[in-house]
Nanobody, 122 residues
Framework: QVQLVESGGGLVQAGGSLRLSCAAS????????MGWFRQAPGKEREFVCA????????AYADSVKGRFAISRDNAKNTVYLQMNSLKPEDTAVYFC???????????????WGQGTQVTVSS
């Protein structure tokens, strides 16, 4: 069992940066691929990015490539999402996820955090 708790969300102006953190409980954190999804009001939940258990492979949605970076620290059971050059369309609730495989599909992830709100003002 893995429990995920996100932090670091907030309000930022367009062009600014935020770093989200996701602290995971459970001794098998290092064996899971970790990722982030987001959901804006009235929209479907969408994939943002993910990192393989080893940190060696990553995947990003086209909409965030070059602006967002995912990383993990297995010693701290934490995954990070560095978000730069934020745009108003990045406004959403961001969810941390954990699963056995690196995937952009939500069913691939077994564990989900409660989410943290990110609001980007124009």
């Amino acid at each position: 069992q893995v429990q995920l708790v996100e932090s670091g969300g907030g309000l930022v102006q367009a062009g600014g940066s935020l770093r989200l953190s996701c602290a995971a409980s459970g001794r098998t954190f290092s064996s899971y691929s970790m990722g982030w999804f987001r959901q804006a009001p009235g929209k479907e939940r969408e994939f943002v990015c993910a990192v393989m258990w080893s940190g060696g492979s990553t995947a990003y949605a086209d909409s965030v490539k070059g602006r967002f970076a995912i990383s993990r620290d297995n010693a701290k059971n934490t995954v990070y999402l560095q978000m730069n050059s934020l745009k108003p369309e990045d406004t959403a609730v961001y969810f941390c996820v954990a699963g056995r495989y690196l995937s952009s599909r939500s069913p691939a992830y077994d564990y989900w955090g409660q989410g943290t709100q990110v609001t980007v003002s124009s």
